[in-house]
């Protein structure tokens, strides 16, 4: 298994090839054998994903999901947001979705992280962020926690169908997490 994309020869536009040069160079490959599959953007399965934007996670694959079937809403932590309420939000009320998966992992950067985070760019540029940095020590914890955003929004809908797990990066297994 390669941990990288691969791209094939000739894939750069300039002298001096970036790894986007190689997305593009790979997107017109895949555009030349692109057919429509006639769908529209309400998913099949009526449910989004919220997860860690981690590269490890495959969420496609570890859910055996295809093209169309879910949203699939990612950010650092898989944390829900204000943002990730507001795309939840259009998911269930303009979209269709009625459940909502929510998916850390194991060995998460933001358990490293704390708020200083925001100081530390501060400092740095001259301007806090307006974001919170959301890190956490304990990964379940935070699960439940984020299943609690989810249930008690009053912007949703659907709120009766929402699940949070632990992706274990090492052996790619879920472990569901008991919400009290």
Known sequence: MSTSASFPEGSATSADPTVIDGLVKANEE???????????????????VVACMDARLDLHDALGLALG????????GGVVTDDVIRSLTISQRALGTQSVILIHHTNCGLESLTEDFRHEIEDEVGQRPSWAVEAFRDVDQDVRQSMQRVRTSPFLLHTGDVRGFVFDVTTGLLREIDPA
């Open 30 to 48: 895949y555009a030349s054998e692109f057919s429509d599959p006639g769908m529209d953007a309400r998913p099949v399965l009526r449910v989004a």
């Open 69 to 76: 079937d879910c949203h699939t809403i990612r950010n650092a």
